[in-house]
């Protein structure tokens, strides 16, 4: 999938904002250069990711959200 959609950082901030705000991911902080520090789970580690792996993580989490909801299919 290309990552252009998002490449706006305000944009992947106010996701990242988002996933956090609804307990998807325990904790994001934008590191600069489009790399952010994410704990998925409150006693889970840090990991750096790259901005196309921040991307790939909110679009994930996007779709999941689509499918769950019925508005679209997994088979993205």
Request: net charge negative; hydrophobic share 45%.
């Amino acid at each position: 999938m290309s990552t252009t959609v998002l490449a706006d950082r305000d944009l992947v901030a106010d996701f990242m904002a988002v996933l956090v705000r609804h307990y998807h991911i325990s904790s994001a902080q934008m590191l600069g250069d489009g790399q952010w520090e994410v704990r998925r789970s409150a006693g889970g580690p840090v990991e750096t990711l790259s901005s196309e792996q921040a991307e790939k993580l909110v679009m994930d989490h996007l779709i999941s959200e689509f499918v769950a909801c019925g508005l679209a299919s997994d088979d993205f």
